[in-house]
C-alpha cells in the first residue's frame, strides 16, 4: 500500500526541487561562462608588448613593468620618478616598458615627437625632459608641441629631423598600435600598469610596489 504524502513531506519535496533547480542553474551559468572566449596570457601579452617600445632597466630582467601612460598626464609625471625607483631598487630584477597613448586634448603631437625619438636613440631623455616640464607645455591640460621642442633640443635631439620623422608612416603606424592595444585591454585612464601581465587593480604607490615585490618574488623564488 502506497503511504500518503504528509504535508510536511510534500513541503521538503518541493523545497528539495527548488535546490536541484537552483543547483542546475548555477552549473548552466558556470559552464556558460567557462565556455566564453577569455583572454589568456598569451593574448595578454600581444598586446601588452611590442616590438618598437625600447626598455628601461636590464633586458634580462624576469620582471618587466609596462605603462600605458599619456605625457600630459599629471599622475604619471607624478609616478615616474617611483617607477624609476622600483627599477633601480630591484637592481636588474626589474625593467619597464612605456606605452605612449593620447588622451589629453592635442597631446598626439607629443606623442608622436617621443615616438620619433627613437629614431635618434634619445626616447628616454626625451620621456624625462618631456614630464619634467610638462606644466610649461601642457597648460591646463592643453597640449602644445611647439613649446616643447626648444627643450628636447637642449637634450640634444634635431629638431629639425624630429619634424620630418614625426610625418613618417611608421609613426603613425605605431601610434595606431598602441592606441589599438590599449583599447583592446580596456585601458581608459593613465597611468595604466601591468606587472608581469597582471594588472594593478588598486592605483596607488603602496599597492604598485607590492604587486612589483610579488611579482620579484614569484620570479626569483629558489625551485
Not at 609625471?77 to 605612449?100: D, E, H, M, T, W
Amino acid at each position: 500500500m502506497k503511504k500518503l504524502a504528509t504535508k510536511k513531506s510534500l513541503e521538503q519535496q518541493k523545497k528539495n526541487k527548488f535546490i536541484s533547480i537552483v543547483i542546475l542553474s548555477i552549473a548552466v551559468v558556470i559552464a556558460a561562462f567557462l565556455l566564453i572566449p577569455s583572454t589568456s596570457d598569451e593574448n595578454i601579452e600581444q598586446h601588452l608588448y611590442s616590438e618598437n617600445a625600447p626598455i628601461f632597466g636590464s633586458k634580462h630582467a624576469k620582471v618587466t613593468i609596462v605603462e600605458f601612460f599619456d605625457p600630459a598626464c599629471e599622475s604619471c609625471r607624478a609616478f615616474y620618478p617611483l617607477v624609476k625607483s622600483q627599477i633601480k631598487q630591484y637592481k636588474g630584477k626589474v625593467n619597464l616598458v612605456v606605452r605612449p597613448v593620447a588622451f589629453h586634448k592635442n597631446v598626439g603631437s607629443v606623442v608622436a615627437a617621443l615616438e620619433a625619438t627613437k629614431m635618434q636613440n634619445k626616447f628616454w631623455d626625451a620621456l624625462r625632459i618631456t614630464l619634467y616640464y610638462q606644466n610649461n607645455w601642457a597648460i591646463n591640460h592643453v597640449a602644445n608641441v611647439d613649446l616643447l621642442y626648444p627643450y628636447l633640443q637642449d637634450a640634444g635631439i634635431d629638431i629639425a629631423q624630429l619634424k620630418i620623422d614625426m610625418q613618417s608612416p611608421v609613426i603613425a603606424e605605431r601610434m595606431a598600435q598602441d592606441a589599438k592595444d590599449a583599447k583592446t585591454l580596456k585601458v581608459f585612464k593613465t597611468p595604466t600598469f601591468y606587472v608581469n601581465g597582471v594588472a594593478l587593480k588598486q592605483f596607488g604607490a603602496e599597492p604598485f610596489k607590492a604587486l612589483i615585490a610579488r611579482e620579484v618574488k614569484k620570479a626569483y623564488s629558489e625551485k
